[in-house]
């Protein structure tokens, strides 16, 4: 009887700490600790695919957390190791950043929890493949599973964030490291910005209290 081998499902996120991903990455490192500053003196939180090298990018000495996600698993690791629920307080954090850890599996889980983790008026930094990139071909058969502009702002809104209509773009459009810095029609390259806020309804304030004025008696 020949031995039983155990199988492991690959990562998809694994794709960006490869030879095509990486370039990609490199090209928002710039956006990401403008992001991570943003807010200051706020905490802030960034999550990236297990597997990549954030070593270029300098976390600002600032309060936050770094973490690392593996497709298909609620479990994180880096400076602490957690799962979802998040071991962080209700509005605890001003920025967070999700660099392409969505790319793979259910959004949701993880958007409500950066939900619920955001302080009002903060501010969730988004990075996603783009579909419609030449590029995309480099990812085939990865498992990642990129969406449109439309089924982000559905997922977004469905975590009760507020999607700005402004959308950037980054990464190569074909030949990797040369075309990262951003060369090549800005639609067509590989990586797409969101960004998304959390905002909270205002107190309605208190009817003012009616007065009847009376004219004071004769004397």
Known sequence: MPAFAFTRQPDPLAWFGTGHGGPLLASEHARVSQALTSRTPQPWLWIAPDGS???PVAAPATRGLRLRARAGSHRLAGQVQCGLPLPLPTEAMGVIVLQHVLDAGDPQPLLQ?????LEPGGRLWLFVLNPWSPYRLRWRGAGLVPRALGQWRLQLAAAG?????????????WKGLADAPGHGP???RAARLLQAEKRVA???PPAPVARAWRAAPAA
């Not at 929890?113 to 983790?117: A, H, T, V, Y």
């Not at 964030?161 to 459009?173: K, N």
């Open 53 to 55: 090298d954030p070593s």
């Open 202 to 204: 205002g107190l309605i």
């Open 186 to 188: 800005a639609p067509f």
């Open 161 to 173: 964030l507020v999607v700005s209509e402004h959308v950037l773009h980054y990464g190569p459009v």
């Open 113 to 117: 929890e950066c939900s619920r983790i």
